[in-house]
């Protein structure tokens, strides 16, 4: 019998090389993330890959299974094991070597396989690793399977029939990149920054987006899991100030910077600024609904409030739903409502039928805003960004709290603000107009001016926004409140910025 794992172990000893070691705070709400070495050994890993077997069969799911795995020095050994876990639980397993998590996405469908585990940390710094998962293509795990696959694991009594399968597809790149390019090249001739932060994105998407006729300068492109110059994250300071130079100096009409496993893409406009990445979802938003009649979209609870608010949207008759942050939630939601597209703010766009297969990829996510270019000759990305209504909003400010109090304490800053709402007192000098809680607390005041506060699905952190439409001054005032109030707790670290 496989033994259990063990919740805490030390590195180089002989408990640690004999004994299944996961920390439990690696399971997330909707995917697996661990320091490799310091809160998972590759023992733990297989026996994850046991446990997912066992999940697989006790939902009824033919056992098939697609894997690949990122570009960090670990990754591939990280996946052999959990492969070892998946084939000893009776797997058919397909892997496709180094891989994005949108091209293992793209191989269920490919290959006609119901799962997926994609071994990768994202934009993670390096010593993270993880797995994200799905046994019901295009969708990726939720809340309830994490917490039943949590269960499996150190429920102890693993079912190891035997009997897997393994076959590796060679050259499978090729398969995911020719699907993406067999479609008309672009019409406008357009020279785009194509930043990947040296991760894993740096293999494929210059070549695709050349192929299509971009004229393409690369940046940190080249393959390097020690992250030289700074991590593969459209949202971090470093990668859009390297993307700012780098768009200006070669004036570029865009920049574009992939994450770390290539679900993600950023935009920086022709002037090298860089455009939150809800913002750019209002952009294409416009230009889908003006080519689809009640188009549906869904957003998450940190992005804009011009989903609602914009013009052109009513114009047009599109529709927008306010959901939970999180790429599991907005995929399995706009999927589950019939939504053309669903937008987060970090990233993370769902492009359903007809304009895509319902999973995020940041090349489809590219293409998408380089069509909308092609659409509009003779306008720039920041004209096209500066058509819309002003708003003034913050970064994504992430204040450290560690994963086993996160929660916790996100409670107590709804039941604080939940209590000031109920006594009518004003915050920022205005009345409170709406609280939304379906994820952490948006308090959204009279005139329209919010701010969330909610806990990161898969870093030891909070996560702050604010924004007004109104004024600077309102943002600010906004941020201060929260700011004042998130400072009389002893677990909250200071913020990774200010605004």
């Known amino acids: 019998m496989f033994p259990a794992p063990i919740t805490s172990a030390q590195e180089n000893t002989a408990e640690f090389e004999t004994t299944p070691f996961i920390k439990p705070t690696g399971f997330r709400e909707y995917d697996a993330r661990w320091l490799f070495g310091k809160e998972i050994n590759l023992l733990g890993l297989q026996t994850i890959g046991i446990a997912i077997a066992m999940l697989f069969e006790e939902r009824g799911i033919k056992k098939r299974i697609v894997v690949g795995h990122d570009y960090r020095w670990y990754s591939a050994s990280i996946k052999q094991a959990l492969i070892n876990g998946l084939l000893a639980g009776g797997m058919e397993v397909h892997d496709i070597g180094l891989a994005l998590s949108p091209m293992a996405y793209f191989a269920q469908f490919d290959l006609d396989v119901e799962g997926v585990a994609m071994v990768t940390a994202s934009h993670n710094d390096n010593g993270w690793t993880g797995i994200k998962m799905g ?20 429920e102890g009594n693993y079912k190891t029939p035997g009997g897997g399968h393994y076959t590796y597809h060679q050259g499978f790149s090729e398969r995911y990149l020719n699907d993406i390019t067999n479609r008309a090249p672009l019409s406008r001739k357009i020279k785009a920054v194509v930043a ?13 987006l050349e192929k299509l006729g971009l004229e393409v300068i690369p940046l940190h492109t ?43 893409c950023g935009v920086i406009d022709n002037e090298g600024n860089a455009i939150f990445s809800d913002k750019v979802g209002v952009m294409l938003a416009r230009d889908i609904s003006a080519r689809h009649e009640n188009a549906l979209f869904v957003v998450d609870v940190k ?17 927008t739903h306010y959901w939970k942050t999180g790429h599991s939630y907005i995929k399995r939601y706009s999927h589950e409502n019939g939504a053309l597209v669903g937008f ?38 920041s004209a096209l960004k500066d058509e819309l209504p002003m708003t003034y909003q913050s970064p994504t400010m992430s204040p450290h709290c560690d994963d086993e109090i ?11 603000f939940t209590k000031l709402t109920e006594r009518g007192e004003q915050l ?26 909610r806990a990161s699905s898969n870093k030891p952190e909070l996560v702050v926004v604010v924004e007004s439409p109104t004024s600077e001054a309102n943002m600010r005032a906004i941020f201060k409140e929260l700011d004042d109030h998130l400072a009389t707790y002893d677990e909250i670290g200071e913020y990774n910025q200010k605004i």
């Open 135 to 154: 046994l019901d293509k295009p969708l990726t795990f939720g809340p309830d399977e994490m917490s039943r696959l949590k269960e499996i694991v150190y």
């Open 196 to 208: 990947c932060g040296n991760g894993t994105a740096g293999a494929f998407a210059p070549q695709a």
């Open 222 to 264: 080249k393959l390097d899991h020690s992250f030289p110059n700074h991590n593969p994250n459209p949202e971090d300071l470093g990668m859009l100030r390297d993307i700012e130079q780098a768009v200006k100096e070669n004036n570029a009409d865009l920049g574009l910077a992939f994450d770390g496993d290539g679900d993600r």
């Open 303 to 319: 992005s804009t409030g011009l989903f609602l608010t914009d013009p052109v949207l009513k114009e047009n008759g599109a529709t």
């Open 344 to 381: 987060e703010k970090s990233g993370h766009f769902f492009f359903n039928p007809p304009l895509g297969r319902g999973y995020d990829d940041g090349l489809i996510a590219a293409l998408a805003v380089l069509d909308m270019l092609d659409r509009n000759p003779d306008k720039t990305v």
């Open 406 to 416: 996160k929660y916790g304490v996100v409670d107590r800053i709804i039941e604080h």
């Open 428 to 453: 920022a000098n205005q009345a409170i107009k709406e609280l939304i809680t379906v994820n952490g607390i948006r308090i959204v005041l009279e005139d329209g001016t919010w701010g969330l506060v």
